[in-house]
């Protein structure tokens, strides 16, 4: 096993961090759900990235703006991020065991990189040659911050896995320039595309340099002061710590509130806090899907209002799901608390895995949770942020599952695995058997070096309802908290324990103020939210289905079907609708249900086989009261 | 009776035109629903609104402009338009029979107006004094060119009403002026508010000068030259003879294509027909709501995409439904054709007439087909453009009642009143006897001073499934064509017509992909749609209803009750969802329905009592099939 220190984020010293997280080579999957997407990751999705990099010339951007190559910048003029973000996808992919090949690719890479690097740390190579005297003259378009914070990240991924200190000395520099000329005092620019905060704050974390933390702040200070015009789309309406609502531009919007939440680990400033507790009960309580995606509108990519939250027309971009795992993480290493990872494992296996094909090489963009069949996935997009940010995201996801404080180790995932924690100067071992999140059982067996008492603490996901937990096989007080971690306090050497969590497949509803949703239900068994694909249903269409609340269902392992899913299977009624094109309104014409048989896949599996129609929220009708009379 | 010549657009000598109007003063309605409705216009509305314009500057602005007062211009810019939609109410009001208070208030405010114009004709109570200069200089947002074509049909009404010139020499003055500015060779300007093409056909239509023609055709051709930035808001994408779809904001878009029809009806251009058709395809089959309302966002007061039809959160301005009746009604006069009053009809007793309230005085902007109690009705507003514009349907809408062509008169509405039309040289006399909207039977008494042989076109209502009718007691042949009118061919001296549409409760169900209204229905009775209003339902949520699809429901009149209305009642089904704010999604909790008893009343009613939820589209359930083994 590799044991490199790559936290995903380093919050281990942040002074208002509850949670210490353990780093992504301390942890081997070994699962039949994420492991294989891992090795998809490795043998094709980074080599395809690459090969598409290339070949679109993000790369060789960096070759003409270093003047080892002729011609003009090609693309849209953030496409440097998109190499970064492949960098750290890499950085992260390596941190979990060596691949020479990838090795070989990145630091290629890392040297187109750095030779594009200008003398004073600027660093973007559409801002080079005829542009050069364009730069930072339209922060509010121009994305030069939002690169440069994605080419941070990447360096600091790097040289956490490897050791490598060459990306990471050009994302110093950079970061010097950046802080030298923004912050109080200074230039007081927004960019119009947050990332550059939270980038800041972790260069901050790895190098110790107090001016990458005030740089950052000072750039979320300025947000809301008017310089971007006020846009409420890129969330310069109002001063951060006065938001109310969690509006704009979603993944904007995320990243913003990632970086707020990396300087409230880091200064513990209340006003951010709270602030940011409010986004979260608005996104949560009122603008984000089933699904854990965020974005309702395609105009503006944005947060509609409250309660506006179509199926159909949803963007819930790819990038905005994963943008709400990369907060909720944060969130939660604040405070330790397990609402956090509920909202990180739903987007997880649902928002935003659904962005990517089980073979690893096509995407969404835009995950709709319902559609007619005119929504396939692509290979690329001309704007390419959700690739490489759905490879740093799988690269990274043993991250996730753990995190220690000073007598406790958090379980926050669960999946086949094996870790390696150290926790109060003390080498823990711990396996986790278990085939989740297909069944609820997982089996625990953990070694420690020398007898040690801590907490192991459970996550109760809150799709479930009903835990229990064995140690060494006798059942033990499970009395979940308001936190809904069960803890296990005992003085550990070589140990198993058990928990059980109650998986069955149930539906879910949806606040009624929700118009698409009012009178329907999705279905879901354990993190899963369920979709209905025609591929699978035949005799009916899928939209004219109605599935009755006491529809009984039941779930069968197909190990062929979609590289193996649990199939939700049950009884519904047909009305068959028959629409014409040509009609809007017309008369209620069926009204006699027929029996069908209906079967439901994982959401994340959908747009895999032949196109057809798809939905999650499916028409439910309440059992009718039986009044004696008809008995 | 009155009888003069205001017939609401005279596209009598139009060669493209196949139905010529029958003038307003022609017809005098008697009946329950309108004739009180207009009693309240003549007492009420119009008096109130000439105090508000007061009030609020609208009226003084011209003072201002005159020099008659000092000061600078008050409200917003395009103000001068609702003064000329109040006159232009009063024209048609005056139409209907003399009032010599409105007739002295109308010369007053006409005086006004005159003194305000400059001497090359232009006018406009914002662009003067120090912004002078600035005339013509933003056509894009500064309605110049919307107000004055206000003015126009203003004064066209007026002077079809009244006979006085004063008026229709100002607006022939500032057409003149428009005219020498604007057109092909000249200034290729495009307005931001369409509004003066139709205007300038009327005038044209008027005063038999074809510049005013020539301007509007230029007006329309120069659209989607970008001149105006190519905003698809403003309908400036792409040019009016290529376009598929409704787009933009609703109003002003409906008032292009409301120019563009006069346009087609004087030039019989095809290529205009044929985007008509398309835009009118995409309102009535993709884009418009179930009362005839337009424009689904907000955001830029627009149509949305195909099926993007929200109910709480729908737009539908009051000003949008107005200009869909004004825009059908041009496209029926162009064809003859049933299909165009149907939406005429629809959008006149739903979504247009929702915007008055019942004492009015107090009006919406916005039309939601569903509330939770929050949207309530205002006096006024600072944008002031749909109660004047309310006002000016009212007062005219005997005008739509009929239509003459050759050999022909057709009956396109129903309400008790009587006619006096002149066809082919011969006076005949028309007496409807009939409670419509609530009762589906409609008498007519028609007498010709000689005996004349002509085709009475009764046209069935698309909400209408059976009709039959009676001539002089005997059965007719009711066979009914394609354009759903029925033809009584008789040589007419003094005859009984008695038509009988069937009227009963029904439900609507909505094309599939609207995705808020799968799986629910609307209640509607003959041409008005049904809402539920909580205050007429105790003991349980509106929201939480289900209605059965074969629940049996009854229309009571209940005389009492909001002026007199048709209540609906049937049995339904609830699941009390006793939601949590703080929840977003939960699991299925209830399942067992209750049996209730609900109460439905006409949308356009709704919002006159006590504030609470309001819905239109209701859940409802097929009847489930019972399979042998269940008996």
């Given at each position: 096993m590799m044991e490199r220190p790559t936290p995903i984020v380093d919050a281990s010293a942040s002074p208002q961090a509850k949670i210490r997280p353990v780093p992504i080579g301390a942890v081997r999957l070994e699962d039949g759900f994420w492991a294989p997407r891992q090795k998809t990751l490795?043998?094709?999705?980074?080599?395809?990235?690459?090969?598409?990099?290339?070949?679109?010339?993000?790369?060789?951007?960096?070759?003409?703006?270093?003047?080892?190559?002729?011609?003009?910048?090609?693309?849209?003029?953030?496409?440097?991020?998109?190499?970064?973000?492949?960098?750290?996808?890499?950085?992260f992919s390596l941190a979990d065991g060596p691949d020479d090949e990838l090795r070989g690719l990145v630091e290629h890479v890392v040297d187109e990189i750095a030779a594009a690097q200008d003398k004073d740390g600027y660093i973007d190579t559409y801002f080079t040659h005829d542009r050069k005297g364009d730069r930072w003259t339209n922060l509010q378009e121009?994305?030069?911050?939002?690169?440069?914070?994605?080419?941070?990240?990447?360096?600091?991924?790097?040289?956490?896995?490897?050791?490598?200190?060459?990306?990471?000395?050009?994302?110093?520099?950079?970061?010097?320039?950046?802080?030298?000329?923004?912050?109080?005092?200074?230039?007081?620019?927004?960019?119009?595309?947050?990332?550059?905060?939270?980038?800041?704050?972790?260069?901050?974390?790895?190098?110790?340099?107090?001016?990458?933390?005030?740089?950052?702040?000072?750039?979320?200070?300025?947000?809301?002061?008017?310089?971007?015009?006020?846009?409420?789309?890129?969330?310069?309406?109002?001063?951060?710590?006065?938001?109310?609502?969690?509006?704009?531009?979603?993944?904007?919007?995320?990243?913003?509130?990632?970086?707020?939440?990396?300087?409230?680990?880091?200064?513990?400033?209340?006003?951010?806090?709270?602030?940011?507790?409010?986004?979260?009960?608005?996104?949560?309580?009122?603008?984000?899907?089933?699904?854990?995606?965020?974005?309702?509108?395609?105009?503006?990519?944005?947060?509609?209002?409250?309660?506006?939250?179509?199926?159909?027309?949803?963007?819930?971009?790819?990038?905005?799901?994963?943008?709400?795992?990369m907060?909720?993480?944060?969130?939660?290493?604040?405070?330790?608390?397990?609402?956090?990872?509920?909202?990180?494992?739903?987007?997880?296996?649902?928002?935003?895995?659904?962005?990517?094909?089980?073979?690893?090489?096509h995407y969404f963009y835009v995950n709709p949770l319902a559609n007619r069949g005119d929504h396939g996935r692509q290979e690329w997009f001309p704007c390419a942020c959700c690739p490489p940010n759905m490879a740093r995201l799988l690269a990274s996801l043993q991250g996730y599952m753990y995190g220690i404080s000073e007598d406790d180790i958090w379980v926050n995932l669960y999946a086949q695995s094996r870790a390696k924690i150290r926790l109060a100067e003390t080498d823990i071992s711990i396996e986790q058997r278990t085939d989740y999140p297909w069944r609820g059982e997982v089996e625990f067996l953990i070694e420690s070096e020398a007898k040690a008492e801590f907490g192991l603490n459970l996550r109760v996901p809150s799709w479930c309802e009903d835990a229990e937990v064995k140690l060494n096989g006798q059942f033990i007080d499970t009395s979940i908290g308001s936190n809904r971690f069960i803890t296990v306090k005992h003085?550990?050497?070589?140990?198993?324990?058990?928990?059980?969590?109650?998986?069955?497949?149930?539906?879910?509803?949806?606040?009624?103020?929700?118009?698409?949703?009012?009178?329907?239900?999705?279905?879901?068994?354990?993190?899963?939210?369920?979709?209905?694909?025609?591929?699978?249903?035949?005799?009916?269409?899928?939209?004219?289905?109605?599935?009755?609340?006491?529809?009984?269902?039941?779930?069968?392992?197909?190990?062929?079907?979609?590289?193996?899913?649990m199939v939700i299977r049950g009884e519904g009624l047909v009305v068959d609708s028959n629409w014409s094109d040509k009609m809007l309104y017309r008369p209620l014409l069926g009204s006699t249900g027929r029996n069908v048989r209906f079967a439901a896949i994982p959401y994340y599996a959908w747009a895999n086989r032949d196109s057809g129609s798809m939905a999650i929220w499916i028409r439910s009708t309440p059992s009718k009261k039986v009044s004696p009379s008809n008995v």
């Open positions: 490795r043998e094709r999705t980074l080599p395809t990235q690459y090969k598409l990099c290339e070949e679109t010339g993000r790369i060789s951007n960096f070759r003409r703006a270093s003047g080892k190559e002729a011609g003009d910048f090609q693309g849209f003029f953030f496409n440097d991020s998109d190499v970064y973000k492949w960098v750290e996808a890499v950085a121009m994305h030069e911050l939002y690169c440069q914070g994605h080419l941070i990240q990447a360096a600091v991924a790097l040289y956490r896995s490897t050791g490598g200190r060459k990306l990471l000395d050009v994302a110093c520099r950079a970061a010097e320039n950046i802080a030298n000329i923004f912050g109080h005092g200074k230039h007081m620019g927004t960019p119009g595309h947050p990332e550059i905060e939270m980038a800041l704050v972790e260069l901050y974390r790895t190098t110790g340099k107090r001016s990458y933390l005030q740089t950052a702040k000072a750039l979320l200070d300025n947000r809301g002061r008017g310089v971007i015009g006020g846009s409420q789309n890129l969330i310069d309406h109002k001063q951060f710590r006065e938001l109310e609502d969690i509006v704009g531009h979603a993944v904007r919007s995320l990243y913003l509130n990632c970086g707020a939440t990396d300087i409230y680990m880091e200064t513990g400033e209340k006003a951010l806090w709270d602030a940011l507790e409010r986004l979260w009960h608005s996104l949560t309580e009122r603008r984000m899907y089933v699904t854990g995606g965020a974005g309702a509108r395609y105009d503006g990519e944005a947060f509609g209002t409250d309660f506006e939250l179509p199926n159909m027309m949803a963007y819930a971009e790819t990038c905005a799901a994963i943008a709400n795992i907060w909720n993480w944060r969130m939660f290493l604040a405070t330790g608390e397990t609402k956090y990872i509920d909202i990180l494992e739903l987007a997880l296996y649902n928002g935003a895995l659904s962005g990517i094909s089980l073979d690893g090489e003085a550990w050497s070589l140990d198993k324990v058990l928990l059980s969590l109650h998986m069955p497949a149930g539906m879910i509803e949806s606040n009624p103020l929700v118009g698409e949703d009012l009178g329907r239900i999705a279905i879901s068994r354990g993190p899963l939210i369920y979709c209905l694909e025609q591929v699978d249903n035949s005799g009916f269409d899928i939209w004219d289905l109605v599935i009755p609340a006491d529809a009984s269902m039941t779930a069968e392992w197909e190990a062929n079907l979609l590289n193996g899913v």
